[in-house]
């Protein structure tokens, strides 16, 4: 750890309005700033609809920020030539919440691993067999799966293989965009066990996309929470489960669903919708719903302020 491997700098992913050519654009993603040292786990939580998936996908190039940087080992990736994607590709890698719709249903096991090598025109036939062969080992796969399709498999074990099919050309960090919510509980665990085996095993990065706190809590070093396309706050993961300081993490914590009577839901802490990201609100993007608002929280976006130890939080009534 200590390396810087990612550095995201004031990006912004807004959608077009659509039909309507006039309506405002969607700010799905309004100016974030952070980075994310090698070997690290960052996790990136939020409701759903703030823009988290959307980070995931400018960081791995599969869609083009509207402004911003993003820079992987100092540098900024090209993606116009077949080698410049090729290039990314070993570099970073996205894991998908629903792996079923990402395999495809007449690809057996093995072509769906061999694929990305196959489409970079890597090794030849005897080597890429090979390689996903130790690849279904490295997931907790049989060799006999080889030559199964996705239909004939589990959930954790489809996941299993969109994993593999990640790792396949070797990259250095993951994009896990909420690997394990469509899987059960038992699944969950045993799919996050794995992905802490292999980040040891081959020195992985991850991003860490989830709603899902008391799992990013267990999985992640560091937490970045978003709220409307914005970080409202970032800290390493026992302080801000600790020590939280924004309203809306605040809000979010005691929230999370213990097996305890006293706790309550989301819509029970926070009154009201998140508003839409294609009129968001002036000045702070949560001072529609927060109980400590004041007028200056309308007038002017707070920035994010260093509360000591790299802990960061964008409030001013704090
Ligand atoms: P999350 O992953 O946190 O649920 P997303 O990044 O998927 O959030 O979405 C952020 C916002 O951008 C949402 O308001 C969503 O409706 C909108 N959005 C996402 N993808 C598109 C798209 N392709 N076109 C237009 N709007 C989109
Ligand atoms: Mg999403």
């Known amino acids: 750890m200590g390396k810087e491997l990612l550095k995201v700098e004031d990006l912004c992913v ?124 490295a997931v907790g796969l049989k060799p006999d799966h080889f030559d199964s399709f996705p239909h004939e498999l589990s959930g954790g074990q489809r996941q299993r293989i969109g994993i593999a099919r990640a790792l396949s050309l070797n990259p250095e960090l993951i994009v896990c965009d909420e690997p394990v919510s469509a899987l059960d509980v038992s699944v969950q665990a045993q799919i996050l066990n794995l992905m802490k085996s292999l980040q040891k095993k081959y020195n992985l990065t991850y991003i860490f996309i989830s709603h899902n706190l008391p799992i990013v809590q267990h999985f992640c070093d560091k937490v970045i929470v978003m709220y409307l396309g914005h970080i409202v706050e970032m800290a390493d993961r026992l302080e801000i489960f600790k020590n939280p300081i924004h309203p809306y993490t605040k809000a979010l914590i005691s929230s999370i669903p213990i097996p305890d009577p006293k706790k309550v839901s989301l819509d029970e802490v926070i009154e009201g919708d998140v508003p839409s990201p294609q009129n968001p609100p002036p000045g702070c993007p949560f001072s529609t719903r927060c109980q400590m608002v004041v007028p200056e929280c309308s007038e002017e976006k707070p920035p994010l302020k260093d509360y000591g130890n790299g802990h960061l939080a964008a409030c001013f009534r704090v």
């Open 14 to 137: 807004y959608y077009s309005g659509g039909l309507f050519k006039r309506a405002n654009p969607i700010k799905a993603v309004d100016g974030i700033s952070f980075s994310v040292d090698k070997g690290e786990s960052v996790g990136i939580v939020g409701e759903s609809g703030c823009g988290k998936s959307t980070t995931g996908y400018a960081i791995t190039h599969l869609i083009k920020p509207t402004s911003g940087k993003i820079l992987f080992n100092g540098d900024e990736l090209k993606s116009g030539t077949r080698l410049e994607r090729l290039n990314i590709a070993k570099k970073l890698q996205l894991i998908f919440q629903n792996s079923t719709s990402s395999l495809n249903p007449r690809f057996s096991v093995g072509r769906a691993i061999e694929e990305p090598l196959l489409v970079h025109k890597m090794g030849n036939k005897g080597e890429r067999r090979e390689r996903a062969l130790e690849l279904i080992e």
